[in-house]
Nanobody
Framework: QVQLVESGGGLVQAGWSLRLSCAASGSILSFETMGWHRQAPVKQRELVAVVSSGGSTNYADSVLGRFTISRDNAKNTVSMQMNSLEPEDTAVYFC??????????????????WGQGTQVTISS
């Protein structure tokens, strides 16, 4: 069973930086994509940033230019550097990994794994 553990959340002032990390219990080489989602109070969970196994990245428009996602296959971690934080970035941040599942050698479906989340609070 894959486990994802986030760390690095906290309370900082607007304009400051935080770095989130997500450690997987095993090798992340089998994960098609890894990324970060966030959920603010009374809002739906939304994609923040994602990195593929090949290293390509995608970001939400609201964080483009401020957040940078990276993946370290040797350390089985995915991290996200968050700069110029804004009060609107306040949310619980979740690490997500997606792994293709095969049945008798044929692709069956993509299974998602989620971490427990880490709180990020930005004060104005």
């Amino acid at each position: 069973q894959v486990q994802l553990v986030e760390s690095g959340g906290g309370l900082v002032q607007a304009g400051w930086s935080l770095r989130l990390s997500c450690a997987a219990s095993g090798s992340i080489l089998s994960f098609e994509t890894m990324g970060w989602h966030r959920q603010a109070p009374v809002k739906q969970r939304e994609l923040v940033a994602v990195v593929s196994s090949g290293g390509s990245t995608n970001y939400a428009d609201s964080v483009l230019g401020r957040f940078t996602i990276s993946r370290d296959n040797a350390k089985n971690t995915v991290s996200m550097q968050m700069n110029s934080l804004e009060p609107e970035d306040t949310a619980v941040y979740f690490c997500k990994a997606e792994q293709k599942q095969y049945y008798r050698g044929v692709y069956s479906y993509t299974r998602p794994y989620w971490g427990q989340g880490t709180q990020v609070t930005i004060s104005s």
